[in-house]
């Protein structure tokens, strides 16, 4: 550290330290698998609109694993619904794990920012 005044990092301030930088990869990782998440929410959405668009006698092929299987129009939509609302709650779960760390992350921020001041850059 380059600054006026010396100031002493005790083992907890490391940990702090530490901890900060393991939520911020974390965060990182999570904000990737909200991103990732979002994007098959979004594909379900799309082929929910495409199957409405179908006439009622054509079989819907859905791929489950790796193999395809012929769907009636009804309960390809209902498979399609079933599978949009499972995506949705992995997307709010992990929407909730972003606002915990981030929460922890401020939390950290306010007691190193006061020990350290500006000897210490907790920015992206």
């Not at 301030?13 to 909200?34: P, R, V, W």
């Not at 379900?44 to 006698?57: G, K, P, Q, R, T």
């Not at 949009?84 to 920012?113: F, G, N, P």
Request: glycine share 2%.
């Amino acid at each position: 550290m380059s600054t006026d005044e010396n100031i002493e990092v005790t083992w907890e301030d490391q940990q702090m330290i530490c901890n900060f930088g393991y939520l911020n990869s974390h965060l990182h990782e999570t904000q990737a698998q909200i991103t990732r998440q979002t994007e098959i929410l979004n594909n379900l959405e799309d082929a929910s609109n495409e199957i409405i668009l179908l006439d009622d006698e054509v079989p819907v092929y859905c791929r489950i694993g790796e193999t395809f299987f012929a769907f009636p129009k009804e309960n390809a939509e209902q498979h399609i619904e079933s599978l949009k609302e499972l995506q949705q709650s992995k997307v709010d779960e992990l929407t909730e794990k972003q606002r915990e760390i981030k929460e922890k992350m401020a939390t950290l921020k306010v007691q190193l920012y006061g020990k350290f001041k500006t000897s210490i850059n907790l920015d992206e």
